[in-house]
């Protein structure tokens, strides 16, 4: 497989991508012959998370996956706060302890089948 020694016109270029919050940056830029993939935390920038990769593919990839992550987290703290200001409410919760009891009895009650061997046709001359 043949591989092109230039450079791409992008490869010096960092690409930054923010959470929708715009409390966390992800930044991709070429470092020490790595792809570098860094997670600051806004507005004082410090730094969660950072690796590298050898391909600048991946390195996007991966800082793709962080800011949709991000955004995930965001959404569930949103829907744990909505749901804890609906106040108490029925909760039905499968029970599975009649299932449980109801084979753990059944187990009790059933007696074990004890098989014999089969006795084997001896041969007369």
């Not at 016109?9 to 409390?23: Q, S, W």
């Not at 703290?77 to 302890?97: D, F, K």
Request: charged residues 30%; hydrophobic residues 35%; glycine residues 4%.
């Amino acid at each position: 497989m043949a591989v092109s020694g230039r450079k791409r016109f992008d490869d010096d270029k960092v690409v930054k991508y923010e959470t929708a919050e715009k409390d966390f940056e992800v930044e991709v830029s070429r470092t020490l012959n790595k792809w570098c993939v860094t997670v600051y935390q806004l507005p004082d920038r410090q730094i969660l998370v950072q690796d590298f990769f050898p391909e600048r593919w991946k390195a996007l990839a991966r800082a793709q996956d962080f800011i949709r992550l991000l955004n995930q987290r965001k959404k569930k703290e949103e829907e744990g706060l909505y749901l804890a200001n609906q106040g108490p409410g029925p909760i039905t919760v499968p029970s599975t302890t009649t299932a449980t009891s109801a084979r753990a009895s059944a187990a009790q009650t059933a007696s074990p089948v004890r098989t014999s061997p089969s006795p084997t046709p001896s041969k007369t001359p």
